[in-house]
């Protein structure tokens, strides 16, 4: 008899036939053209945030290990939903005929068959994904790698390198340039909550905990920017914790290196810009070589060689800077920048001099 139970369970594995079909197609839909992510205009952060477009070997491992993993399980889903259309159409309910089709109970090879498959399913999905996660996740940075440390902070992300021109180690914030084709070793580490570090382009998540060094790793073997996005959910600004990676050649890493790697421009004609960033709070909480150092926000020292502002709320460009000093908290509500209500002529002062920061 089919009764309401019955075909409430039909109607339900009918819709997740449909939901899987449909989320399969969208992700592979998915190309160059068609971006996943189209922010609001104005926001430098569309592009490609597919994890089936790799251009580093983790993220290439995890690629064949979804799409191994996707095939077995559609395997599975279309065997299984045959059989079960096959018998609800081949045995229903017909008009004269009685009784109930022949039952069969017990039956050897039937109870070895779906034993014995599903356990080599199991083995082959569990040592693939743990050879894939030897692969994946190295316990040491590779030959040759450049070691970058990585501080996530509530709501952007801090990088620090050694400095091979000058003491001391390159600081910056949100946006990482790399040598394309070079291992990259990222320690990470948390000032506040868990955060995740996510390039799905260059690797998988990797959890940034407070009080322990994570550690990932990825080579990008193509030139361009690569984005990713905050993936463990840590305060009301999480959504706007966006990351960028951008590969360059090796002479033009050297040359951004050289870059950060040196001492502020000092430009004599917005010095009064400086004095007053230097006589307010900015200077407790933002660093600028040899003029302050202030750890609680981002390094400013080269500020205008970022593309993005607030790890990537807005372009980096004057006007942006100056809603951004005006008030944060217009531009990303609940950040830990509090506006330090200047007047007209001190947002203008105050932005000159950030413009300069090259
Ligand atoms: C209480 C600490 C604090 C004070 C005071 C402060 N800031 Fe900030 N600032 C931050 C934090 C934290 C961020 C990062 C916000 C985010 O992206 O979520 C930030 C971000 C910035 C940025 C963007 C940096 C980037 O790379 O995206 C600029 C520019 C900036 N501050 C300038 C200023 C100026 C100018 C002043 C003084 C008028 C000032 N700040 C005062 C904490 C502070
Ligand atoms: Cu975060």
């Known amino acids: 008899m089919p ?11 009918v819709a997740l036939v449909v939901l899987i079909a449909a989320s399969t197609a969208v992700a592979l839909g998915a190309t160059d053209a068609s971006p996943l992510c189209v922010p609001g205009a104005g926001a430098p952060n569309g592009g490609d945030l597919s994890m089936f477009h790799p251009a580093s070997p983790p993220a290439a491992e995890i ?17 299984v939903e045959g059989a079960l259309i096959w018998s609800v159409c081949k045995y229903r309910r017909r008009a004269g005929v009685e009784g109930e089709p022949r039952q069969v109970f017990g039956s050897n090879p039937i109870e070895i068959a779906w034993t014995v498959i599903p356990i080599i399913i199991v083995f082959v999905l569990a040592l693939t994904t743990v050879r894939t996660i030897g692969e994946v996740q190295l316990t040491k940075p590779p030959e040759g790698a450049l070691e970058v440390d990585v501080i996530g902070h509530q709501w952007w992300w801090e990088y620090r390198l050694k400095n091979h021109h000058r003491e001391g180690s390159i600081v910056t914030a949100n946006e990482l340039v790399v040598p ?31 009080g322990h060094t994570g550690a990932t790793w990825f080579r990008a073997d193509e030139q361009g ?9 840590c305060g009301t600004q999480h959504a706007n914790m966006l990351l960028r990676v ?43 070589d040899g003029l302050c150092d202030g750890a609680f926000g981002p390094n400013l020292t080269h500020l205008m060689t970022r593309e993005t502002l607030g790890a990537g709320v807005a372009p980096m460009d ?5 809603a951004w000093v005006a008030d944060p908290q217009t ?21 000159a001099f950030l413009t300069t920061l090259k």
């Open 3 to 13: 009764s309401l139970h019955t075909s409430l369970e039909c109607a339900t594995r």
């Open 63 to 79: 690629r064949e290990v979804a799409w191994l993993v996707l095939g077995i399980c559609a395997g599975i889903l279309v065997i």
């Open 180 to 210: 394309m084709g070079r291992p990259v070793w990222l320690r990470l580490e948390s000032a506040d909550v868990i955060h995740s570090w996510w390039v799905p382009r260059l690797n998988g998540k990797t959890d940034v905990i407070p």
């Open 225 to 233: 920017t690569f984005l990713g996005q905050c993936a463990e959910y």
């Open 246 to 288: 951008t590969a360059v050649d090796p002479q033009a890493f050297d040359a951004w290196c050289a870059v950060q790697g040196s001492a502020p421009v000092n430009d004599p004609s917005v010095a009064q810009g400086r004095d007053i960033f230097l006589g307010l709070a900015c200077a407790n909480c933002h660093a600028i």
């Open 318 to 322: 004057a006007r942006s800077l100056r």
């Open 331 to 351: 531009l990303k509500p609940g950040c830990n920048m509090p506006s330090l209500k200047l007047d007209d002529s001190q947002l203008d002062h105050v932005v």
